[in-house]
């Protein structure tokens, strides 16, 4: 009858280990807010999560990556790639060579950093699945060969009560290690232009943008921030301007040679713009 009066401890000290070292969920939902601001295990690394956060900066490349856990071990295997951002409201992973400038608050956003001088973890919540087998064993053996007279039988009832309480303390505890559920926001939808977007005010982040359509402006009279090629979407064009404090405008082209290129400004183009039947489109801060 022994055996149980360890079991509690036991378990304990393996739940602590596996749910400090487990691995990278696939998806957002499990992600967050759990491995916020932790170190997570991926295929031959480790990589310190970031949830709601983007760094301004940089220009991101967008990845062929289709989960967030793949996202994570995309960058890690790149020598060159500095960290991974992954959207999840559009399922998307974008890539960079380089994280500077403070990081901003941006919900759905997460930001995995690879730590290639960290050893990864031995134990996740396989760990806490074995102990959770082991205590399912203990209280199988109690109440396959409990004693005949009462007292011990009471002893092995006590015992067994105890262990289910444990047992079902440890399956929830295995659940939430390995489902943690966390609310990610969706990104504001601008409408066409021509079904009530232009003039069409969408807040972003802590920025509010505003839709202005069928304009026209060359490249070459343009202040440039950055240029992102072509693999954004005009709202991701919107909030890359709106989730860098630095840019006052992004103009995304509707046609020519750059076709879908995002254009971050330096300065206001709104007043320097042509109005006409060009498909391009101009986002403003307001």
Not at 169 to 181: F, H, S
């Given at each position: 009858?022994?055996?149980?009066k360890?079991?509690?401890?036991a378990?304990?000290?393996?739940?602590s280990t596996?749910?400090?070292?487990?691995?990278?969920p696939?998806?957002?939902?499990?992600?967050c807010?759990?491995?916020?601001?932790?170190?997570?295990?991926?295929?031959?690394?480790?990589?310190q999560?970031?949830?709601?956060?983007?760094?301004s900066g940089?220009?991101?490349?967008?990845?062929?990556?289709?989960?967030?856990?793949?996202?994570?071990e995309?960058?890690?295997?790149?020598?060159?790639?500095?960290?991974?951002?992954?959207?999840?409201?559009?399922?998307k992973?974008?890539?960079?060579?380089?994280?500077?400038?403070?990081?901003?608050?941006?919900?759905g956003?997460?930001?995995?950093?690879?730590?290639?001088?960290?050893?990864?973890?031995?134990?996740?919540?396989?760990?806490v699945n074995?102990q959770?087998?082991?205590?399912q064993?203990?209280?199988?053996?109690c109440?396959?060969g409990?004693?005949?007279?009462?007292?011990q039988?009471?002893?092995?009832q006590?015992s067994a009560?105890?262990?289910?309480?444990?047992?079902q303390?440890?399956?929830?505890?295995?659940?939430?290690?390995?489902?943690?559920?966390a609310?990610g926001?969706?990104?504001?939808?601008?409408?066409?232009?021509?079904?009530?977007?232009?003039?069409q005010?969408?807040?972003?982040?802590?920025?509010s943008?505003?839709?202005v359509?069928?304009?026209?402006?060359?490249k070459?009279?343009?202040?440039?921030?950055?240029v992102?090629?072509?693999?954004?979407t005009?709202?991701?064009?919107?909030?890359?301007?709106a989730l860098n404090t630095s840019?006052?405008?992004?103009y995304?082209?509707?046609?020519?040679s750059?076709?879908?290129?995002?254009?971050?400004?330096?300065?206001?183009?709104?007043?320097?713009v042509?109005?006409?039947?060009?498909?391009d489109?101009v986002?403003?801060?307001?």
């Open positions: 009858m022994a055996i149980f360890f079991i509690p401890v378990l304990a000290a393996t739940l596996a749910v400090a070292q487990s691995l990278l696939n998806d957002a939902f499990s992600t807010p759990t491995f916020n601001n932790k170190p997570a295990t991926i295929n031959g690394g480790v990589v999560v970031s949830c709601d956060v983007w760094y940089y220009s991101p490349a967008p990845s062929a990556a289709t989960s967030l856990r793949q996202c994570a995309d960058c890690y295997a790149s020598s060159t790639c500095q960290g991974s951002i992954w959207f999840d409201a559009a399922a992973c974008y890539t960079a060579s380089q994280l500077i400038g403070a990081p901003n608050p941006a919900i956003w997460i930001t995995l950093r690879p730590d290639r001088g960290a050893t990864p973890p031995t134990s996740n919540c396989d760990a074995q959770l087998q082991q205590s064993n203990a209280l199988q053996q109440q396959t409990a004693a005949t007279t009462s007292q039988l009471q002893q092995c006590s009560a105890a262990n289910t309480q444990q047992l303390q440890t399956q929830n505890a295995l659940q939430q290690c390995q489902t943690t559920a609310a926001a969706q990104i504001p939808s601008f409408n066409d232009c021509n079904s009530g977007g232009n003039g005010v969408v807040t972003i982040g802590n920025r943008m505003r839709q359509c069928n304009v026209f402006m060359a070459a009279h343009m202040n440039l921030l950055r992102v090629h072509p693999g954004l005009r709202p991701e064009c919107a909030m890359l301007c840019c006052r405008s992004a995304f082209v509707g046609h020519t750059t076709v879908n290129e995002c254009q971050l400004q330096n300065d206001n183009i709104e007043s320097r042509t109005y006409s039947n060009s498909p489109v986002y403003i801060p307001v």
